[in-house]
């Protein structure tokens, strides 16, 4: 669910920070439109920006050049009242979940509200909804040192949710969990983002991640955007070194791009861990393929990962590996 | 003199006159301490008002206050004492020395029980649209309160120890029956009672507000 209303943008956005050290250049040159109801991915090494730039974006960090426009309004014309008010119209959740260890479950998510001078009885209404939403309505009395990661992200999620904001910001939500509980996180964001329409900026260094929910991708390296756009787009054609990198992992940079034959991606999804799908393309289409880089692995007994092939100069056999990688629908992707 | 009815007598009033001089003394230096901890906390220079000049003035003026040594204070702050209580004996003499003394004390302790508070937490309600006042009352302070109640425990029992030495200057409580008895007059036994109520009401002071403080402890269950 998106459509082309850009809800934030940012311009020439940049954020140096004076230290006593000297000066640390975070960010520099930041221009991105995030399109209402979209989820936009922002990924980068650890040290490459992302985390200020996500919070620039609800002036927890302020800028110091250029600047961060929420709904049309420039977030640097606006007094500190209008800054909190903004504010509450973004959600963020973080790593590290940051709940507040001495209020149950149900104080937790009620907390925005009373922030916000909500009524007490209205604030209980909807902090219990929202805890039914992330399936914790059973635990609204429970305290946080009594939940896991995965449940503590969740209630998170709630509470980010409380004031119905219009943007829910996550910085590195689902690092600190196991893989099977960042895929319930997730799809737990997808879920919302689909059923509530809230616009989501998953701050990440994860490629995985932004290939299971993200529409759109920046790429972030050394302060600034290396290379922007949809997902399916940058994953195709990663341009950047940075961008190829993230998107292949570090194995994928001694392969050689440079041919002429065409070259495809194949995503493995773990699906189809259990099928030799080379040994049958090969058979199938009885012409051989150069595997040019493979990199999978096993998460929760399941084969996830990807391959490059490079297909044969002869059209019709590239065809037919193509049209038995659709048969069998296993993603793929042309890379150049 | 043995332990007769009339010393019974004196332990009780003694042991009143003490809990009056720490409990009278500890409620006011929160009153000022909790404030000031929380200006520390907030001012520094990862708070959320950083204040370098705020922040050192009230650490110097702290620090001053915490360098010398209470028998001394006692006797240093005797004119403020009589224009403030309107004598300069007896209990209520001994209130605004351990005022002094406990107050900028009682600040430090605040304050690195408030520095406990994850800036996460801190951050997360800065994302929600909290007000510096708010993030004080809603979040720095009741999330820091089991490490507040540990903190009195410590700064109560201070006061109790500090208002033992007030026998000096002619103060009364189970500290001045100490010295009086005891150390001039020789009286050991009676010495060794007082000492010993002392020691319970350490006990006591220490117990409830510990107890008070795990049980209040959201964290761990």
Known sequence: MSDNNIII?????????????GDVVALEDINLDIREHSIQGI????????????????????????????????????????????????????????LLDQRNLLRNVTFPLEIAGADKKEAKRRAKELLKLVELDDRANSYPSQLSGGQKQRVAIARALATNPKVLLCDEATSALDPKTTGQILELLKKINKE????????????????????????????????????????????????????????????????????????????????????????????????????????????????????PENKDDADKIVNYLISKEIKYEEVR | MGIDAQSIT???????ATIYMTLISAVISYAIG????VILVVTDKDGIAPNKMIHSILGVIINIFRSIPFLILLV??????????GTTLGARAVIPPLIFASAPYIGRMVESSLKEVPGGVIEAAKSMGASNWQIIYKVLIPEARPSLYVGAAISI??????????????????????????????????????????????QIIQESWMGLSRKTDKRVR
């Open chain 2, 34 to 37: 909790i404030p000031l901890g």
């Open chain 2, 10 to 16: 004196m332990f009780l009033a003694e042991t009143w």
């Open chain 1, 196 to 311: 509530l329409g809230v616009t989501i900026i998953v701050i990440t260094h994860e490629m995985a991640v932004i290939e299971a929910i993200c529409d759109d991708v920046a790429v972030i390296d050394n302060s600034h955007i290396a290379e922007s756009g949809p997902v399916s787009q940058i994953f195709a054609n990663p341009r950047t070194e940075i961008g190829r990198r993230l998107i292949l992992g570090d194995g994928a940079k001694n392969v050689d791009f440079s041919g002429d034959n065409k070259k495809i991606r194949i995503v493995f999804d773990g699906r189809k861990a259990s099928e030799p799908i080379i040994s049958d393309l090969v058979l199938t289409s009885k012409t051989p393929v150069n595997i040019l880089f493979a990199n999978t692995k096993e998460v929760e007994g399941k084969a996830v990962g990807q391959m490059i092939i490079e297909l």
């Open chain 2, 157 to 202: 029992t201070t006061i109790l120890s500090y208002s033992a030495m007030a026998g000096f200057v002619g103060g009364n409580g189970l500290g001045a029956i100490a010295l009086n008895y005891g150390y001039y007059r020789y009286q050991y036994d009676i010495m060794i009672v007082a000492v010993v109520i002392l020691v319970v009401l350490v």
């Open chain 1, 9 to 21: 943008s940012l311009k020439r956005m940049g954020k140096t920070f004076y230290t006593s050290a």
């Open chain 1, 43 to 98: 990924i980068g090494l650890s040290g490459a920006g992302k985390s200020t730039l996500v919070r620039c974006i609800n002036y927890l960090e302020i800028p110091t050049s250029g600047q961060v426009i929420f709904e049309g309004r420039s977030m640097g014309d606006m007094d500190a009242k209008s800054v909190r008010e903004s504010r509450r119209k973004m959600g963020m959740i973080f790593q590290q979940f940051n």
């Open chain 2, 76 to 85: 240093m702050v005797l004119p403020i004492t009589k224009i403030l209580v």
